[in-house]
């Protein structure tokens, strides 16, 4: 409930032509929840395993009341002579190849980034590099790092460039990463293939997040096309760590990574086809 609809205010609110750094300004919030909440949380917890989820709860309500706070009840409804906007279906945006495009690269950074990272990726570094806490912990902490970065310079670019180019670059670079960490049984190699992962994922995400805003528009309410967006990346994470455990048991932890790397790569593919969302303002003519 609260992704959807915070993503669709942002396509509301944005402008634009500054969609990809409001899309980077969102990715970054969450990414420092996802940094500081576990490190605030591991620290409360030897108060006592309760203090964590009580700190947690504390949080949401102090967040939920500046939201209501700083958007009064009624806002951003239509002023009573504003025609009602129409709504984007699941439909309408399937009809739209950059959309359909979405919803691929959505579901195999839910995969990579969400679902079997955080998943696999502590099993693999205890099982093949380090049986030590701390190691799955950098691991997973220098690919937050890459991913801040990546986040800093691909939402401003995507604003000037292009959605598109760093779509397809994110996959790409994400993937590969991916791919080759289940050759990674040191700890340097480690390290460097997820700071590149995060970096690739860093780079994707304001992009394709400024892109299915481009699609749905401020002239229209997305909340259905939008929430297809949100359960595709939801899917990935939920099937790409089931598959992948599979394969880890079956096989082992580098076919796991290939797979998960390769849908990452054929994730671009569709992209390679799809034109590029950003809307350009027309040179002014002089009289």
């Known amino acids: 409930m609260f992704t959807v609809s915070a993503v669709a205010l942002i396509v509301r609110l944005a402008p634009p032509e500054i969609r990809g750094r409001v ?16 490190v605030v949380g591991g620290t409360l917890g030897g ?12 949080a949401l309500l102090l967040a939920a009341t500046i939201v209501a706070v700083a958007i009064p009840s009624g806002a951003l409804r239509p002023a009573p002579d504003e025609p009602v906007r129409p709504t984007m279906t699941v439909r309408d945006g399937l009809a739209d ?14 995969w990579a980034n969400f679902g079997v990272r ?31 970065v990546g986040l800093t310079f691909s939402g401003r670019l995507a604003d000037t460039v292009g959605r598109r180019p760093f779509i397809i670059a994110g996959l790409l670079v994400s993937g590969a990463a991916t791919l080759v960490t289940g050759l990674a049984t040191s700890l340097v190699l480690l390290i460097a293939v997820s700071v590149v992962a995060g970096l690739g994922a860093g780079t994707l995400n304001p992009a394709q997040q400024a892109a299915v805003a ?48 390769v849908i990452s790569l054929l994730a671009a593919l569709p992209w390679l086809r799809t034109r590029d969302t950003l809307r350009r303002a027309l040179p002014t003519s002089v009289a």
């Open 23 to 38: 899309s980077s300004a969102y990715g970054s919030a969450f990414l420092l929840g996802g940094i500081g909440g576990p």
């Open 47 to 58: 108060l006592g395993l309760r203090v964590p989820f009580i700190v947690y709860a504390v």
């Open 97 to 110: 190849p950059a959309y359909r495009s979405a919803l691929a690269s959505y579901f195999a950074n839910g």
């Open 118 to 148: 955080n998943a696999i990726l502590p099993l693999f570094a205890a099982a093949m590099v380090l049986d030590e806490p701390w190691v799955a912990g950098t691991a997973l902490a220098v690919f937050a790092a890459g991913n801040a």
């Open 214 to 261: 481009d699609v749905v528009g401020r002239e229209r309410n997305g909340g259905p096309a939008l929430a297809a967006v949100q359960m595709s990346s939801d899917a990935g994470s939920i099937v790409g760590p089931i598959l992948a455990g599979l394969l880890v048991d079956h096989v082992s932890y580098e076919a796991a990574f290939l797979v998960t790397g």
